[in-house]
């Protein structure tokens, strides 16, 4: 979600698969990737082959995960990657661009993006979420206002979505820096 010179990444931990039904496969940390001080990328798909292209990323261009560089940089860069490769993945890279304006950009597995001003929703629990989302959210939000809507909607989202739940971390990019927050959903 984007705010006032803010965007806002939350991401659940449990494992579970849409083809298993509620059967849960585990209760681990999601793929979540800083990339420099003002670009955080989430990747929803194998873990595997979400490592392996932030492994190719950051060996690419090492210096950009010390150095500022735009969300947009990130995005065309990964998007490329993943029109040339057959990984499972599907990314969201947010941030702030110089100006301090959000950035938010979803990709399929093929590298196709959709990018977009205000919000968006990757995962298994997508359908629910985007509803909940497009009701609660509020354009132009401060930090702690947004970090409030982005938990209402997660947790009004996964209570909806069998497959989805667990250990929730949010993570806020401000000017200031990235700060994190995390909290359950107290279903095992």
């Known amino acids: 979600m984007a705010g006032e010179k803010t965007i806002v990444i939350a991401c659940d931990s449990r494992y ?17 990737f800083r990339v420099g001080s003002r670009s955080i990328v989430g990747c929803f798909g194998l873990d595997a082959d979400s490592n392996y292209l932030m492994n190719w990323f950051g060996s690419l261009l090492p210096e950009l995960y010390t150095n500022k560089m735009c969300a947009y940089g990130v995005a065309q860069s ?9 990984l499972i993945c599907s990314p969201i890279v947010v941030g702030l661009s110089e100006d301090d304006e ?15 001003k205000d919000f968006a929703v990757l995962g298994t629990s997508s359908p629910g979420l985007f509803a909940i989302c497009e ?9 702690v206002e947004l970090v409030k809507i982005a938990e209402k909607c997660l947790k009004r989202a996964l ?17 200031l820096g990235i700060y994190s927050k995390s909290f359950s959903t107290n279903d095992t």
């Open 78 to 86: 990964l998007s490329d990657k993943l029109y040339s490769s057959r």
């Open 135 to 143: 009701s609660l959210y509020v354009p132009g939000s401060h930090p």
């Open 16 to 32: 579970s698969s849409i083809d298993t039904g509620s059967f849960k496969i585990g209760n681990l940390p999601r793929s979540i």
């Open 102 to 116: 959000p950035y938010i950009c979803t990709m399929d597995g093929l590298g196709a993006k959709s990018e977009s």
């Open 159 to 175: 209570e909806r979505d069998v497959v989805s739940g667990g250990d929730v971390k949010i993570f806020t990019i401000t000017p």
